[in-house]
Nanobody, 115 residues
Framework: QVQLVESGGGLVQPGGSLRLSCAAS????????MGWYRQAAGKERELVAS???????NYADSVKGRFTISREYAKNSVYLQMDSLKPEDTAVYYC?????????WGQGTQVAVSS
């Protein structure tokens, strides 16, 4: 079974940047559309960015122009470059297939944006 491990989160000031990584093991995800989800305290988990097997991308309006999703097929990995971070981006970030979730959730990586 595919396991997903997220990394790269941390504490950053507003306007700062972070790059998140999602490493998949136990299976190939090259043929899957993948996405980054986030869940803020007290809120539903939401899809913020996705990338198809062909490399086409989509973004939630809240992050459009600030976040960039990418993938490296040879590494079976997906990335999320986050720029111009805002306090409202604070959440635990997860990766999975998108827009439908097919794998078990990993532990996620915490992103905190605060002065």
């Amino acid at each position: 079974q595919v396991q997903l491990v997220e990394s790269g989160g941390g504490l950053v000031q507003p306007g700062g940047s972070l790059r998140l990584s999602c490493a998949a093991s136990g299976g190939i995800v090259s043929f899957k559309a993948m996405g980054w989800y986030r869940q803020a305290a007290g809120k539903e988990r939401e899809l913020v960015a996705s990338i198809t097997a062909s490399g086409s991308t989509n973004y939630a309006d809240s992050v459009k122009g600030r976040f960039t999703i990418s993938r490296e097929y040879a590494k079976n990995s997906v990335y999320l470059q986050m720029d111009s971070l805002k306090p409202e981006d604070t959440a635990v970030y997860y990766c999975n297939t998108a827009p439908s979730v097919h794998f078990n959730w990993g532990q996620g990586t915490q992103v905190a944006v605060s002065s």
